[in-house]
């Protein structure tokens, strides 16, 4: 019998092992092609309304551009959590809010104020923007042109399609933002991998980032 235990258990570690080692190679191959699958080119159509994810408010001058090139008559704005670091806060530093930076984009490029929607309060992840969009569109079915980085639009697809389910989205990619594919080569491009990685890991894990985690309960 203690024959038998000995052999399971030693097929049982080679099975570990095995898996293990498959793990590896294929969350190896994931990151190292991160730079290709982490991007989205969706062609941009005829919409009801574009979505400016917040981040990079570069994102705005993208969202302007096809709101002039008439693809939706709304920009969606959301209201980030901000958290300016008190200590330069006490020494006089101004830190505008990134809502008001990205309503100023938007109208530099010329996009009236009546064509913007802010919506949501001290959303922290892409989650609680989704959540803070599902409200403010409510159950009406809706094509939304969601504008962020490249290195995001993955995640941010997988994340509101669960979510606004009953919208359509369009990832277009932007022109404003660099993103390598051979993201190693880029320091950018390279902190940006390994934080949508870690970011990716969190939502699987069942754990986005929250402004009031206990709103989720």
């Not at 294929?26 to 941009?44: C, S």
């Not at 505008?96 to 530099?108: G, I």
Request: net charge positive; with cysteine; hydrophobic share 45%.
């Amino acid at each position: 019998m203690n024959g038998h235990l000995k052999r399971y258990f030693r097929l049982l570690l080679q099975v570990v092992g095995a898996l293990s080692l498959l793990g590896l190679v294929i969350g190896t191959a994931l990151v190292l092609t991160a730079g290709y699958w982490l991007r989205m080119d969706d062609a941009p159509k005829k919409a009801d309304a574009i979505v400016v994810l917040a981040g990079d408010i570069r994102r705005a001058i993208y969202a302007a551009d096809l709101y002039h090139q008439g693809f939706a008559p709304l920009i969606y704005v959301s209201r980030p959590l901000e958290e300016p670091p008190q200590s330069l806060v006490d020494l006089g530093f101004n830190f505008p809010r990134q809502e008001d930076q990205m309503l100023r984009v938007l109208a530099a490029k010329g996009v009236p104020l009546e064509a913007v929607r802010v919506y949501g309060q001290d959303v922290q992840s892409t989650v609680e923007e989704g959540e803070n969009l599902a409200r403010e569109l409510g159950p009406k079915p809706r094509t939304l042109i969601i504008v962020t980085s490249p290195f995001h639009c993955r995640r941010a697809k997988l994340i509101l399609s669960g979510i606004l389910r009953q919208h359509e989205l369009i990832m277009p990619l932007t022109p404003y933002e660099r993103f390598d594919k051979i993201w190693w080569n880029h320091q950018l491009s390279s902190t940006a991998v390994v934080s949508e990685v870690a970011k990716f890991a969190f939502y699987f894990l069942g754990t986005p980032f929250r402004a009031n985690p206990a709103a989720a309960n």
